[in-house]
Nanobody
Framework: QVQLVESGGGSVQPGGSLTLSCIASGSFYSINRMGWYRQVPGKQRELVADIARMGATNYAESVKGRFTISRDNAKHTVSLQMANLRPEDTAVYYC?????????????????WGQGTQVTVSI
């Protein structure tokens, strides 16, 4: 059973910083793309940032220059460093990953979600 477990959410004042972490556990063959999404009530879940296995990154325009995504392939983790946080960054943040599992001699890729962690930015 593959799981993604997030940590690091919380409350912070505008201008503050938080770091989110996510670790993949279970039995799998490979982890390809990893990313962070966020969702506020009544809105669609949106991509915040993602990172390919070899390190290429992609950011939403609203977080460019403030957020940094990174990963450690040996530890099966992905992190999101968030700086200069704004009230509009308030959301539930979800870890997401494309993970390959081996069945016999075939690799199947599945998309997994973490359970989500709340980030609240307010005075």
């Amino acid at each position: 059973q593959v799981q993604l477990v997030e940590s690091g959410g919380g409350s912070v004042q505008p201008g503050g910083s938080l770091t989110l972490s996510c670790i993949a556990s279970g039995s799998f063959y490979s982890i390809n793309r990893m990313g962070w999404y966020r969702q506020v009530p009544g809105k669609q879940r949106e991509l915040v940032a993602d990172i390919a296995r070899m390190g290429a990154t992609n950011y939403a325009e609203s977080v460019k220059g403030r957020f940094t995504i990174s990963r450690d392939n040996a530890k099966h983790t992905v992190s999101l460093q968030m700086a200069n946080l704004r009230p509009e960054d308030t959301a539930v943040y979800y870890c997401n990953a494309d993970i390959g599992t081996l069945t016999g001699d075939q690799i199947h890729e599945w998309n997994y979600w973490g359970q989500g962690t709340q980030v609240t930015v307010s005075i």
